[in-house]
């Protein structure tokens, strides 16, 4: 990778998350009180088609990519959930278009056409780039004021933490590994 990412604070990535949120209500396909339609904020808003393929053959691990020759996000066959309706695969596929869309909007690629791999852990600036796309899925998924009022108005009468926990995965339609990370991030599970 040439370019350096820039650091962005986690306020500043929500604040681009929110103003893409906005754009998705202006045009009608989003209200901030469902989840989020990942694959039309991909396609209507940034322009790149859903594309899915066995990426495991060439890119072992590889769950996404974004591909801005061919204005598209790569997602592996193995998340395509639509046949079988699987809704861990559903978040799984949620989160990695997200994060795909995350390096869009936040310009990783730095004007470079190829396509945009970023899986050296060790170097710190694809380690960056990967640490706040990740922030941008988790963002785009549950956007705080929603996450919060669901967690605090609509599944408040659920006690038990656990089941708390299943019912804002299945409404974000969203991992518990993201899910709990991003109650977290929101202070919602302090006082548990």
């Given at each position: 990778m040439t370019n350096r990412i820039r650091f962005l604070s986690p306020t500043c990535i929500e604040e681009i998350v929110f103003e893409l949120l906005k754009k998705a209500q202006k045009m009608g396909f989003y209200d901030f009180n469902s989840p989020t339609p990942m694959d039309l904020i991909a396609e209507k808003i940034c322009n790149l088609r859903i594309m899915y393929e066995n990426l495991d053959d060439d890119l072992p691990g590889?769950?996404?990519?974004?591909?801005?020759?061919?204005?598209?996000?790569?997602?592996?066959?193995?998340?395509?959930?639509?046949?079988?309706?699987?809704f861990i695969d559903e978040?799984?596929?949620?989160?990695?278009?997200?994060?795909?869309?995350?390096?869009?909007?936040?310009?990783?690629?730095?004007?470079?056409?190829n396509l945009i791999d970023f899986h050296n852990e060790?170097?710190?600036?694809t380690k960056k780039a990967e640490t706040q796309a990740n922030m941008v899925a988790a963002m785009l998924l549950m956007p705080r004021e929603l996450a919060i009022r669901k967690w605090n108005e609509d599944f408040a009468d659920t006690f038990d933490l656990?089941?708390?926990?299943?019912?804002?995965?299945?409404?974000?339609?969203?991992?518990?590994?993201?899910t709990v990370n991003r109650l977290n991030t929101l202070g919602l599970l302090k006082k548990y």
């Open positions: 590889t769950l996404g990519l974004l591909d801005l020759d061919n204005k598209a996000i790569w997602i592996d066959i193995s998340l395509d959930h639509l046949d079988t309706d699987q978040a799984r596929c949620n989160f990695t278009m997200g994060h795909e869309i995350g390096h869009f909007i936040l310009d990783h690629a730095g004007g470079n056409k060790f170097n710190p600036e656990g089941d708390r926990i299943i019912q804002m995965m299945i409404f974000f339609r969203s991992s518990r590994e993201t």
